[in-house]
């Protein structure tokens, strides 16, 4: 049966640092007593991790091979940590003091006027008139300064409650005219996309695009719950209006 956990999982970074450093130096001899390792693993542990060492010892492992493998153990450790520090948390609402999150509409933004090859967008729905255009003008900036920028927007385009007669055609013709006079603030024009079963008329068939993310240059990914919209988007209460 193979051996999937380990006492060494529970040693920090540095308690492992300390340990490989302690048998690759020699103040560590193996096999070992659990008081031998007094000043180098927290008192609970000194029992498991003798019990360990002696155990990859008795199967033919010298002291350099278990220091090289402690030392790897803690660069993955070390690895895995920065992984998570490259990771923000983003939200929608009032700021509180002390916490390390960071304002859903500056992040968005800041992702925008970062961008250099590509932006894409998937909403579930977007604002209109001066709420929206004021959202995307630092992207639609960034498209002007940037020719090679490539932006692409996945949204729902549905039909209206209850219309079964208006063609698709017809609604995509109103989208249209509606997104570059109402909701895009710039003369370059992303690519926009939606499923074509959000516009049957059938209830069986008919698709709805609800994820919401940004992914910006293929490397920096953005998921939220939010809309791209004032209401999901800003964390400011505008209690004046």
């Given amino acids: 049966m193979v051996q999937t956990t380990s006492a060494f999982h529970k040693l920090s970074r540095p308690g ?54 402690l030392n790897l153990l803690a660069q993955e450790r070390q690895q895995a940590q920065e992984q998570r520090n490259g990771i923000d948390l983003v939200w929608t609402g009032e700021e509180v003091l002390g916490t390390e999150s960071r304002d859903t509409r500056v992040v968005v933004q800041e992702l925008f006027r970062n961008a250099q090859k590509s932006v894409l967008i998937s909403s579930y729905a977007l604002d209109k008139g001066k709420k929206a255009q004021a959202l995307f003008q630092p992207l639609a900036d960034r498209m002007a300064d940037v020719s090679e920028l490539r932006v692409r927007i996945f949204m729902n385009i549905k039909r209206p409650y209850g219309d079964r007669t208006t063609s698709d055609a017809t609604l995509l013709r109103k989208f249209s005219e509606s997104f570059r006079k109402e909701i895009w603030p710039g003369d370059r024009l992303p690519e926009v996309f939606y499923d074509p079963q959000s516009l049957s008329t059938a209830i069986g068939p008919r698709a709805c695009l609800h994820a919401k993310c940004v992914v910006v240059d293929d490397e920096t990914l953005f998921v939220t719950s939010a809309n791209f919209t004032e209401a999901a988007i800003s964390a400011i209460l505008r209690l004046a209006s």
């Avoid at 155990?55 to 002291?63: D, P």
């Fill in 16 to 69: 492992l640092e300390g340990l490989a450093d302690a048998i690759a130096q020699g103040r560590i001899s193996l096999p070992c007593q659990p008081s031998s390792l007094t000043t180098v693993v927290p008192t609970l542990l000194m029992g498991a991790i003798a019990t360990e060492l002696n155990r990859l010892n008795g199967e033919g492992m010298k002291s350099a091979h278990l220091a090289f493998m």
